[in-house]
């Protein structure tokens, strides 16, 4: 008989014969293991790493990997600082009852935060392991050295014994400190980072090669005996009231188990599922529409924000005197940028799957957030906590607050409901309609140059159409619960961006709002998280802006830039002004910039080719891209052929796997930037499918993308230099990039993503290009 | 409902289902296999794809009653022997997924694809390519993958010649 993970940590630290870790927690589909499910105790060394007697080492982490190789990352650093080899290491993330509550994914923390308790858990592994083999070989830990789980005494390596030997299947029963799990802590050191072997290594993702050959077991792919299928049936217009449902139209569907309806919210269950897609299609319902128009369409979508009496505004953040500057200036530059609502889309529609069985329920979901989840549901469904656990598993990455919260509540409803496990997953049109959406912007901005062309004011004010972003998980924000009237009792207040660089402009002031739409709940243009939830807007106006101001002043736009970033010599503890510089300087070499003013002379042919540069930073992690284009003056269509991304993030974990995530984060903003727009008329969203909401495809794809990894820290080699976080920072000034190519290539400036094919036609006609 | 015979990579395999059901949810709700997915139901996306008769499917909009004895081939299907299609094998040395969900329908369609071309173009590989998608944007890893496929699959064509040639010099 195997143990399971609570088995183990139940016991004492007596041997566990059999123990298995990761294949019987993660793969217990009956979801029948017994509860309750207490939280982990952080503080016990047991609670993240477990240690078996053949000496290989499996970590507990309570994140979530989104395909962007931070379980394979964690496995590096912790190995590391134990001194374990990689491939005697694995890892199981965001399995409630089995990870301590890190919080699951988000704000591209995994390494920039969380790697430092899970590095000081496996330091104190270490020590502890270090001070038993010191009685075990009775020497001195001084004495001792560690390679490859293996203690030797340093001067007779024939006495020696393994980690297996000193731990396997025993608990540590070391208490650990810290003030919250952030902090948790042991007694030892973490190691100087150039001590580090498996860091900055490239081992292969190990999630891969089960993705290659079809044998991984995803969220979608959990059954169970007797478990029915669901399907949502969604109200027609926003804002609709439910009437009356006439069952009858369902009666011919075989299979039918059951039509649940509470408020609002409407699904049908069946025994297969096909047969639920028909029932749900076949479902008469009465719905009652609303008096007043939900929101306005989206081709009035940029009026309505522009006059709109903002719900929240931020106090203006102001240096020097951004109104007298502009007065003197020499020539004042204006111009306003609109970017559109944008869509996760998920490549696999929103699902769960929950288990009741035991009088508990086990919830099956790639949800990045499965603590907050749990936490959600207890207090939707009023289960105790303790009664329920998240199965994390992987699933179809959507980057940000998803529909995938949705359908985990859906279940778990549903499960509790019929009494019997349900899986529900939503239909395309559900999931490009009603999935949440990233924040439309208009973003205004005004630059004052002197007479030498100077950036001598600055003033940017930006609106973002949000009426608060969505929490993640809350028992009031998920769409079955405000279909059903369950509600915050007032929105959050939201927030838009501001410019993220590090120029030195001596006047400037910055300003921000958030405007609501009319329908404020159980509304398909609700907006949660997606992608560095504001900057790729933000980052479009301001950066765009910039590039006005180069061109306005007839300066070079990497030199007008740096010119920027050098005037001061201030920086800030993360020194993200030399790494700034050190990141404009590394695009632009890798790119071979020429330096002059956009626009180049127009080409004579068809195709019309620029360059254009753009730079952010998030949190401590710094971006500076460049992309060439080409634009068909024929056609409108425009292809990003190539693009240069210098990217500072400080130590690097695995580099492969990094350039494979600033790849996809990069043509993610390629596909926003040219292609992503949600579509609505005043009562609903119009973007239901791929055809609907078109995306990037192969055709697009760029001849080279070249990754610059950049460490501008000016102390490079520093044995603490800082793993900061990497998924989202890269995904920001690519719009910007293009839009900038694009003036160089034609002298047209184009503010309102996305550049689609018809509109910089229309664009190149007016301006006769 | 009705009994459908299916072969499914080289196995039949009997089912009871009505037959307009589409051969998605069969594959993967009755014969348990996790490489075709759901992603769109339209035939838009891809990541339900299968291999019927030399031919991409996308098994979402297709009838089980009407692929009744022809030989489906999924993802679970194309290693041979043990070993890993070298389409698949490219996949891991270029490290194409992110999440991975679409990869089924672009390891599959490229699949079609080399079986017909085993040296497309970079033009062709766009374009035989161009409808299916990947949300978590792989598209240049994936064309990377696909020549470096072609290029095994070259290599080993010229091994397996020569070796023939070696055996007919040799009787």
């Known amino acids: 008989m195997t143990a399971t993970r609570r088995d183990f940590l139940k016991t004492s630290g007596a041997l566990v014969v059999g123990l298995t870790v990761a294949g019987d927690i993660v793969l217990d589909a009956q979801g029948t293991a017994a509860g309750p499910y207490p939280d982990l105790d952080y503080k016990q060394l047991d609670s993240w790493i477990v240690i078996r007697p053949d000496n290989t080492a499996t970590f507990f982490v309570g994140k979530t990997d989104l395909g962007q190789g931070t379980g394979t990352a964690f496995r590096q650093i912790m190995a590391d600082e134990l001194d374990m080899p990689y491939d005697k290491t694995s890892c199981v993330m965001g399995v409630t009852d089995v990870t301590v509550d890190q919080g699951g994914s988000g704000g591209s923390d995994a390494l920039q935060t969380d790697g430092y308790p899970m590095r000081r858990v496996a330091a104190e592994a270490r020590r502890v392991l270090l001070e038993m083999a010191a009685a075990r070989l009775g020497v001195p830990v001084a004495q001792l050295t560690v390679s490859d789980g293996v203690v030797a005494v340093t001067t007779d390596s024939s006495k020696r014994v393994t980690y297996g030997e000193l731990i396997g299947g025993r608990k540590f029963n070391t208490t650990l400190t810290g003030s919250n799990i952030n902090a948790t802590t042991g007694a030892a050191r973490l190691k100087d980072v150039n001590q580090f072997k498996i860091v900055g290594q490239s081992p292969q993702r190990y999630d891969i090669p089960a993705k290659v050959d079809g044998s991984l077991k995803w969220a979608v792919d959990v059954k169970v005996p007797g478990m029915l299928h669901a399907r949502n049936v969604k109200p027609p217009v926003a804002g609709a009231t439910l009437v009356s449902i006439d069952e009858s139209s369902v009666g011919n569907v075989p299979g039918l188990v059951k039509v649940v309806s509470k408020g609002n919210y409407v699904a049908v269950v069946c025994e297969r599922e096909e047969q639920a897609i028909q029932a749900a299609r076949q479902l008469k319902v009465n719905w009652q529409k609303p008096t007043t128009a939900a929101f306005p369409s989206s081709e009035d979508l940029y009026g309505f924000i522009r006059t709109a009496k903002p719900t929240s505004s931020t106090p203006p953040s102001i240096v020097g005197n951004p109104d007298a500057a502009m007065m003197t200036a020499a020539k004042v530059v204006e111009a306003e940028y609109e970017i559109p609502f944008q869509g996760h889309t998920s490549i696999g529609p929103a699902h769960a799957m929950a288990d009741p069985s035991n009088n508990q329920l086990t919830i099956y979901s790639n949800d990045m957030k499965s603590y907050g989840m749990r936490e959600g549901i207890a207090a939707f469904l009023q289960i105790p906590k303790d009664r329920i656990r998240v199965v994390w598993m992987e699933g179809p990455q959507a980057y940000g607050r998803t529909a995938a919260d949705d359908a985990g509540f859906e279940a778990a409803y549903l499960a509790k409901e019929l009494g019997r496990p349900v899986r529900v997953q939503w239909m395309r049109n559900e999931e490009t309609a009603w999935d949440t959406k990233g924040p439309a912007f208009v973003v205004k901005a005004r630059g004052g140059l002197d007479a030498q062309g100077n950036l001598i004011a600055f003033d940017y004010d930006a609106r973002a159409a949000d009426f608060g972003h969505l929490g993640y998980n809350e028992a009031d924000t998920v769409l079955i619960a405000q279909l059903m009237g369950i509600r915050p009792s007032s929105p959050n207040r939201g927030s838009s961006a501001v410019p993220n660089e590090m120029y030195a402009i001596p006047n400037r002031r910055v300003t921000t709002h958030v405007v609501s739409l009319p329908t404020v709940w159980e509304t398909p243009l609700r907006t949660g998280n997606l992608r560095d939830p504001n900057g790729p807007q933000s980052t479009f106006g301001s950066e765009s802006f910039i590039d006005e101001l180069a061109a306005a002043a007839k300066v070079d736009a990497v030199e007008f830039r740096m010119k920027l970033l050098t005037s001061s010599k201030d920086d800030d503890s993360g020194f993200k002004r030399a790494r700034s510089i050190a990141c404009l300087k590394a695009a632009a070499d890798a790119f071979k910039w020429d330096t002059r003013p956009s626009p180049k002379r127009l080409d004579s042919g068809d195709i019309l080719t620029g360059r254009g540069i753009a730079y952010t930073y998030r949190s401590q992690t710094v971006v500076a891209q460049i992309a060439e284009v080409e634009v068909n003056r024929r056609t409108g269509r425009v292809w990003v052929k190539r693009i240069v991304c210098a990217h500072d993030c400080g130590l690097v974990i695995n580099p492969e796997a990094l350039r494979r995530t600033l790849e996809g984060g990069v043509l993610h903003s390629v596909s926003r930037t040219l292609h992503e727009e949600v579509r609505f008329d005043t009562e609903k969203v119009t973007s239901v499918d791929w055809a609907t909401y078109p995306t990037m495809t192969h055709l697009d794809t760029p001849e080279s993308i070249e990754i610059i990894i950049v460490n501008g820290d000016p102390n490079p080699k520093r044995p603490d230099l800082p793993h900061y976080g990497a998924g989202e920072t890269v995904c920001k000034p690519t719009l910007a990039a293009i839009a900038n190519a694009i003036f160089d290539a034609t002298g047209v400036r184009l503010r309102r993503v996305p550049f689609r094919n018809e509109r910089v036609l229309a664009a190149l006609k007016t301006a006769r290009v | 409902m009705a009994s459908i015979t299916l ?151 010229t091994i397996a010649t020569a070796s023939r040639v070696e055996s007919e010099v040799i009787a």
């Open chain 2, 7 to 157: 072969r499914v990579n080289g196995t039949s395999r009997m089912v009871d289902v009505d037959p307009a059901t589409p051969l998605l949810y069969v594959l993967r709700n009755d014969l348990d296999l996790h490489g075709p997915r759901f992603g769109c139901g339209l035939g838009q996306c891809g990541a339900c794809t299968v291999i019927i008769k030399g031919e991409a499917v996308r098994s979402c909009i297709r009838p089980v009653s009407t692929v009744a004895g022809a030989e489906i081939t999924t993802l679970e299907g194309i290693a041979q022997n043990g070993k890993l299609h070298p389409l698949q094998q490219a996949w891991i040395d270029e490290q194409v997924p992110a999440c991975g969900f679409c990869q089924n329908g672009q390891i599959l369609t490229a699949k079609a694809l080399l079986d017909k071309n085993p040296t497309p173009t970079d033009a062709q590989i766009r374009q035989g390519m161009a409808n299916t998608l990947c949300r978590c944007m792989t598209y240049y890893r994936i064309q990377s993958a696909i020549k470096r496929a072609s290029k095994t699959i070259a290599s080993s064509k």
